[in-house]
């Protein structure tokens, strides 16, 4: 008999398991008192991204009509086209679209964008795709034309160029492969999909925490203490989330980073505001006014919506920077054209007339060294020093820059002496903390740091980001180009670069990059933050140790042996980091002096079975969270390409606990996230359909779940069963030889939110057969079990001849509790002569 339970194993033969130990579990949690209970079910918090009617027509067409309906998949931004002979040869990120569709020879593919002569845009039918190695592809087709042989290549600028049209170089899919018979017609400019998510914690906000998601067209912050609350912030014109994206809050800013684009900033975070009235002049500037203070600094980034009464060549809505602040209650921005009249046409405001916070370009282009900053007033007034200087060279200001006196003039300080900036009051003023007497009309010339050797850089479009010893370290597989928002491919995917100490736009080419495993088949997969200055650095074969930061930073080799496949995989439990390897789940620990070694033995060795079936093509989309004693891992089983089950460990029991799956058929985990304050902190997951979902949040067995896209601003929630099942390790009386077995006991518990019921059959082996026992409730007097109440039920097994038996309990009904087992039989044969 068991009567409790730790875990699961399904590695070791089922008779090989120890007491406690289950051989199965599905959708069950393990209880401290050794009760195995069908886990709570998954709640759609919410599902904030809605389509128009154009974006999904269904159905058109049955799976089994002649002409199959034509699906079209999002657009795919190209990194690199050329000719070669008649064939033109264009490279993508693998894989660029859409989660679960690869290119294949025989698509046909419309290419939009690209410049040259002969004109190689339009549709054409693919002739090959060819895996390159390093995480694209290229794909080719034929191309007819008189002067083909005499061109060489198309003038792309790489990477993602405009064409003089401002097209974007991209080409769309289009396969006639049907699917379930519908017809999907996708708009880049209007469907939702979630490619990149986060936490967020307004610092101006106490008790409540946020959750982004960030579609193709926009972002949307939903607070998790008050899940009415959305806040949406737009990107800037023509801007959208391609799927290989990120999100990062750090420095109280969120970091949308976008592999080879530009990464995206929100540098001010706050509720929408009532705008009272609105108007534009000729020039193009737009004044807004409001009724409460704003708290608006030039350079933020703002989203304008609701403003009505414009033509075409003045819409005011949209996503711009603040460009003045004349006073706390008005503020202006610039837009593309402008009024055509002589007057200030006023625009229409109503309730919906508000400001939100936006996203705009991080630095880019040429990097510009500081220059000299004349101080023309400096005060000092109770340790606190208030300086003024030209708008300009505030304007280059961050809170925490260093400042070094390079001319003390009557300020009292020596040349040399360094002060950090404090706050930055307006365009003109800023402060710093001084140990100087109290003073007025003090004056000096301070400076930024400057850099030695190939200089600073600014951020280098990389594709995630690890805040660090209050920096960030990006992967530097970019190089920034002299004109803005223009990267060039470095061919170099396993070094990482560092930026300046509360600074995200500054990063040294010299004291502050790093590169791991040079010359061999190696490339960065992830970064982790230790302590003590500890950066881990994960490659696909290999982990590396950076201790410290700068010229005195110091790089070790951990270990070659085992690398991580998943960046988000990755998290830290005390002094244990685990990862998901080629291996399984591994972990390492920090040991004698905080030297890492490696585990030998995977963690997740016990499961090995399951480990085995997730899919290598795309299991670097794994991902994975601690909360509440456990380790959630969310990873892609069998066909899927993408997340459909979460592993889950826990550190109590030390033991696998449970596989998480729902019965819903296009269920996706795209991102784990822990997140909220006080009865709100839980793990939340979020799907690519724009869905916000909290785990084991609902008393009964039942999961909402967001599985379509919305359209015209519903939320799809489909309420869907848990497939809950739990089986027994196999009983065999401590011998081999043959037994009778004849009956089994259960102690089952209902939760006290509801009823009970199960299924429950007993699984022998040699002479192998199944035997349903029955139901719960036919055991329990033809009645489900009531909420909260325990029983002992007897099932008879008919003195069937096997060598082991092990039981298995399906749910149907509410969330059991399985309390303990016991099995009986006898040995078949006790003589000592020979059987016959």
């Not at 190689?120 to 390159?132: E, I, M, R, S």
Request: charge should be negative; aromatic fraction near 8%; proline fraction near 5%.
């Amino acid at each position: 008999m068991d009567v409790g339970f730790v875990g699961f194993n399904t590695y070791s033969r089922p008779d090989q398991l120890p007491s406690g130990m289950l051989a199965d579990s599905s959708n069950g949690r393990l209880g401290t008192n050794g009760e195995w209970q069908v886990r709570k079910g998954i709640n759609a918090i919410k599902a904030p991204f809605a389509s128009g009617d154009a974006v999904l027509r269904l159905p058109t067409a049955p799976e089994t009509q002649a002409n199959p309906p034509v699906i079209c998949l999002l657009p795919t931004t190209i990194r690199s086209a050329s000719l070669a002979s008649d064939k033109v040869l264009i490279v993508v990120d693998n894989p660029a679209v859409e989660p679960g569709h690869i290119f294949v020879s025989g698509n046909t593919v419309v290419v939009e964008g690209l410049v040259g002569s002969p004109d190689p845009n339009g549709a054409h039918v693919l002739t090959a795709v060819t895996d390159n190695g390093d995480g694209t592809k290229t794909i080719e087709y034929d191309l007819v034309g008189s002067n083909v042989a005499a061109y060489g290549g198309f003038g792309l600028t790489l990477p993602f160029s405009l064409d003089d049209g401002g097209t974007e170089p991209q080409l769309t899919t289009i396969t006639t492969s049907p699917v379930i018979g519908f017809n999907m017609v996708f708009d880049l400019g209007s469907v939702s999909a979630v490619y990149a998510s986060t936490s967020f914690s307004d610092p101006n906000q106490d008790n409540s925490q946020f959750i982004i998601l960030a579609s193709n067209i926009n972002a949307v912050a939903t607070n998790l203490n008050d899940t009415s609350i959305s806040v949406t912030m737009g990107f800037p014109d023509g801007e959208n989330v391609p799927p290989k994206s990120s999100m990062l809050q750090s420095f109280n800013k969120i970091f949308i980073f976008r592999d080879g684009q530009t990464a995206l900033e929100n540098d001010n975070f706050f509720s929408p505001i009532l705008i009272t009235s609105s108007n534009i002049d000729t020039s193009s500037i737009v004044t807004v006014n409001t009724t409460s203070s704003h708290n608006l600094g030039i350079g933020n980034a703002i989203t304008i919506s609701g403003l009505t009464g414009f033509t075409a060549l003045e819409d005011p809505n949209g996503t711009f920077v603040v460009a003045t602040v004349p006073d706390d209650t008005s503020f202006t921005y610039v837009i593309g054209s402008g009024g055509s009249s002589t007057a200030v046409p006023a625009f229409t405001v109503d309730a919906s007339s508000i400001i939100s916070p936006g996203f705009k370009f991080v630095k880019s282009g040429t990097y510009s060294q500081p220059v000299p900053m004349d101080l023309t007033s400096i005060d000092y007034v109770e340790g606190i020093a208030t300086a003024t200087a030209s708008a300009t060279n505030v304007d280059t200001l961050l809170i925490g820059d260093v400042l070094t006196f390079t001319d003390s003039g009557s300020s009292t300080y020596d040349v040399g002496e360094a002060v950090r900036v404090r706050s930055i009051d307006s365009t003109t003023t800023f402060t710093f903390t001084t140990d100087k007497e109290d003073g007025t009309n003090k004056n000096g010339t301070v400076q930024k740091p400057v850099s030695i050797g190939l200089g600073f850089t600014h951020m280098p479009a990389p594709e995630y980001g690890t805040y660090h010893q209050r920096r960030l370290v990006v992967p530097f597989k970019y190089s920034v180009d002299a004109s803005k928002n223009t990267f060039k491919y470095r061919n170099i995917l396993d070094e990482v670069i560092v930026s300046d100490v509360l600074d995200a736009d500054t990063y040294d080419q010299i004291y502050a990059q790093y590169r791991f495993n040079a010359g061999t088949s190696d490339f960065n997969v992830s970064l982790h933050s230790f302590s003590d200055d500890n950066l881990l650095v994960f490659n696909r074969n290999s982990i590396h140790l950076v201790q410290g930061i700068g010229a005195a930073a110091t790089v070790q080799l951990i270990t070659d042996e085992v690398g991580c496949v998943a960046r988000q995989s990755i998290i830290q439990v005390g002094n244990n980091v685990l990862f998901l390897s080629d291996n399984g789940v591994y972990g390492a620990n920090f040991q004698d002096l905080y030297n890492l070694r490696g585990n030998e033995v995977p963690l997740s060795s016990p499961i090995n079975s399951i480990i085995q079936r997730i899919n290598r093509d795309v299991w670097d989309k794994s991902v994975g969270v601690y909360f509440d004693n456990r380790y959630y891992l969310a990873v892609p089983l069998d066909d899927s390409r993408v997340n459909n089950a979460i592993l889950i460990f826990n550190f109590i029991n030390k033991q696998w606990e449970s596989i998480d799956t729902t019965n819903a058929p296009n269920w996706n985990i795209a991102n784990l996230i822990v997140a909220g304050k006080k009865s709100d902190r839980a793990v939340y997951a979020v799907n690519t359909l724009g869905g916000l979902h909290r785990l084991d949040a609902r008393v009964d067995a039942t999961d909402i779940l967001a599985t379509t896209i919305p359209v015209s601003g519903t939320e799809a929630e489909d309420p869907y069963s848990i497939p809950a099942s739990v089986t027994t390790r196999q009983f065999t009386l401590g011998s081999m030889d043959r037994k009778r077995w004849n009956n089994l006991e259960l102690h089952v518990q209902s939760s006290p939110d509801e009823a009970s019921n199960l299924n429950i059959s007993a699984e022998l082996e040699n002479l192998d057969t199944t035997i349903d026992v029955g139901t719960l409730s036919a055991l329990n007097s033809n009645s489900v079990l009531a909420a909260d109440e325990d029983v002992s039920v007897r099932g008879r097994i008919g003195n069937k001849r096997a060598y082991g038996m092990q039981v298995t309990l399906n749910n149907t009904v509410g969330r059991p509790r399985f309390r303990g087992i016991k099995v009986g039989g006898a040995e078949a044969f006790r003589s000592t002569n020979t059987a016959i």
